[in-house]
């Protein structure tokens, strides 16, 4: 499996990015997809989730109603849409792969990507 992110950068507060994650070698079987990040001085936190058999999604609390995870399958691409940033959103973030959504950032994960956002 290998996972390549892009998409990152500077944005100000209130702003949206979209990352997005190239993703191979998952094949045809059920796989948890998604992305965590990780900012300096806290803990690793779980942002997104979707199961790649039926497309079901999961959001971290802190990230609800703003962040929208998708896949294009033809593309084999994962998609991370972040609206109405915050400051407290800027971490790497980065886009992984595993059986069950709770293991995300276990098994397999990509380079990461920086988000910073500005007040």
């Known amino acids: 499996v290998q996972l390549v992110e892009s998409g990152g950068g500077l944005v100000q507060a209130g702003g949206s990015l979209t990352l997005s994650c190239a993703v191979s070698g998952l094949g045809s079987d059920d796989w948890a997809v998604g992305w965590y990040r990780q900012a300096p001085g806290k803990e690793r936190e779980g942002v997104s989730c979707l199961r790649t058999a039926d497309g079901s999604t999961s959001y971290a609390d802190s990230v609800k109603g703003r962040f929208t995870i998708s896949m294009d399958n033809a593309k084999n691409t994962l998609y991370l849409r972040m609206n109405s940033l915050k400051p407290e959103d800027t971490a790497v973030y980065y886009c992984?792969?595993?059986?069950?959504?709770?293991?995300?950032?276990?098994?397999?994960w990509g380079q990461g990507t920086q988000v910073t956002v500005s007040s």
């Open positions: 992984a792969v595993s059986l069950v959504c709770e293991r995300l950032g276990s098994d397999y």
